[in-house]
């Protein structure tokens, strides 16, 4: 093998290794979810949406989220949110 090759494939190895070591290094973050949080998503549609609407529903904050896709954005938005708590407790004052 000539010298030029192998000084060749010693570069590239180093910068492989480098960025490797950048990749590794980089700090990253987790969803802090908890084992007994519990969700429900159910698909629906809305009058003049073109995208679809979700209905995301969690059993420990009792909170309801309708959210979209935004094309244009390319983000999830959230349209609205209700308690379901705060519902329910005005239900059984009527």
């Known amino acids: ?4 090759s192998k000084q060749g494939l010693i570069a590239l190895n180093i910068a492989l290794l480098a960025v490797l070591a950048a990749v590794s290094l980089v700090p990253t973050l987790d969803a802090q ?6 969700y429900v ?5 809305l009058n003049g ?3 679809g609407v979700v209905f995301i529903a969690s059993e420990n904050n009792r909170a309801v989220l309708a959210t979209t896709w935004d094309h244009n954005k ?5 349209m609205a949110a209700r308690s379901i708590a705060n519902d329910a407790a005005s239900i059984s004052r009527q």
């Open 49 to 51: 949406l073109s995208s």
């Open 41 to 45: 998503a159910v698909a629906g549609a």
């Open 74 to 78: 390319k983000r999830i938005v959230i």
């Open 1 to 4: 093998m000539k010298t030029t």
């Open 33 to 38: 979810v908890s084992s007994n949080d519990k």
